[in-house]
């Protein structure tokens, strides 16, 4: 039996357990995935001990991702991030497949990534939504709540990237095609960090936020007449991408789409 895992503190609320078992089921695989809470400062201890029982794979969550970095071998993109979120355990090769949860949530959406991208936030999912767009050869402005981060993201993610506080968002979104929120606004309460007058139909918005999964970013974007994909979609992608690293299959996304849905 293989088994792969979750990391992080805390982590009893994650969905990640039925979507991955889903896979598993629909593949035939003999295969376990299981959820692990240690504590703060025995992160290296968890990873290692798992290397040392012969655990396939782990995701890393909140908050280990950046402390990842130092345990792993980051590929390039995780190295830029400066988060890992996926290890290959036995390689002890980390990845991080938010970045790539984002591309393909989006292009899954019929989505060109071409032109501006405007992506709020300068936190964790917002520097791996930075670099994926980034790379698919996007520029990208950051708007996040304290300017200075926003200015730092944009220097690390480099070429034409700019940043802006968020009372520039108007301007920000006139001409851009992608707009993503990679903040937690929108989670807790019914409100949106985007003003619902500076959407556009020639938009395509994703929301991070995945619960809940309409959120007023995208009902504004909607009335706006823009393209709207909820976070569960990148959800779902960054664990099909973590799934095809640690298999070298093609994961069955349909299944695990299901199983994420059906615990939302």
């Given at each position: 039996?293989?088994?792969?895992?979750?990391?992080?503190?805390?982590?009893?609320?994650?969905?990640?357990?039925?979507?991955h078992?889903?896979?598993?089921?629909?593949?035939?695989?003999?295969?376990?995935?299981?959820?692990?809470?240690?504590?703060?400062?025995?992160?290296?201890?968890?990873?290692?001990?798992?290397?040392?029982?012969?655990?396939?794979?782990?995701?890393?969550?909140?908050?280990?991702?950046?402390?990842?970095?130092?345990?792993?071998?980051p590929?390039?993109?995780?190295?830029?991030?400066?988060?890992?979120?996926?290890?290959?355990?036995?390689?002890?090769?980390?990845?991080?497949?938010?970045?790539?949860?984002?591309?393909?949530a989006?292009?899954?959406?019929?989505v060109d990534?071409?032109?501006?991208?405007?992506?709020?936030g300068?936190?964790?999912?917002?520097?791996?939504?930075?670099?994926?767009?980034?790379?698919?050869g996007?520029?990208?402005?950051?708007?996040?709540?304290?300017?200075?981060?926003?200015d730092?993201?944009?220097?690390?993610?480099?070429?034409?990237?700019?940043?802006?506080?968020?009372?520039?968002?108007?301007?920000?979104?006139?001409?851009?095609?992608?707009?993503v929120n990679?903040?937690?606004?929108?989670?807790?309460?019914?409100?949106?960090?985007?003003?619902?007058?500076?959407?556009?139909?020639?938009?395509?918005?994703?929301?991070?936020?995945?619960?809940?999964?309409?959120?007023?970013?995208?009902?504004?974007?909607?009335?706006?007449?823009?393209?709207?994909?909820?976070?569960?979609?990148?959800?779902?992608?960054?664990?099909?991408?973590?799934?095809?690293?640690?298999?070298?299959?093609?994961?069955?996304?349909?299944?695990?789409?299901?199983?994420?849905?059906?615990?939302?």
């Amino acid at each position: 039996m293989q088994v792969f895992g979750l990391i992080g503190n805390p982590v009893g609320h994650s969905l990640s357990p039925p979507m991955h078992e889903a896979a598993y089921r629909e593949l035939d695989m003999d295969a376990r995935y299981v959820t692990f809470e240690p504590e703060p400062d025995d992160l290296a201890d968890a990873v290692f001990g798992a290397r040392a029982l012969g655990i396939a794979g782990l995701n890393v969550t909140i908050p280990f991702k950046r402390d990842a970095l130092d345990l792993v071998d980051p590929d390039p993109l995780a190295a830029r991030i400066g988060a890992v979120n996926a290890i290959d355990v036995p390689a002890m090769r980390g990845y991080n497949t938010d970045a790539e949860g984002a591309v393909r949530a989006l292009r899954e959406h019929g989505v060109d990534l071409a032109g501006t991208a405007v992506v709020v936030g300068a936190g964790g999912a917002g520097r791996a939504v930075a670099f994926g767009l980034a790379d698919e050869g996007m520029r990208v402005r950051i708007a996040n709540r304290t300017v200075a981060r926003a200015d730092e993201l944009a220097a690390a993610v480099g070429g034409d990237a700019t940043a802006c506080g968020l009372d520039g968002l108007p301007d920000a979104l006139a001409d851009a095609d992608v707009l993503v929120n990679a903040t937690s606004v929108g989670m807790e309460e019914d409100r949106s960090p985007v003003p619902a007058e500076a959407l556009h139909a020639d938009l395509a918005v994703l929301d991070a936020v995945y619960a809940p999964v309409e959120t007023r970013l995208l009902r504004d974007a909607d009335a706006a007449g823009a393209t709207t994909v909820d976070g569960a979609w990148m959800l779902l992608y960054q664990g099909v991408a973590a799934f095809e690293r640690w298999t070298d299959r093609p994961a069955p996304v349909a299944a695990m789409n299901d199983a994420l849905r059906a615990g939302l």
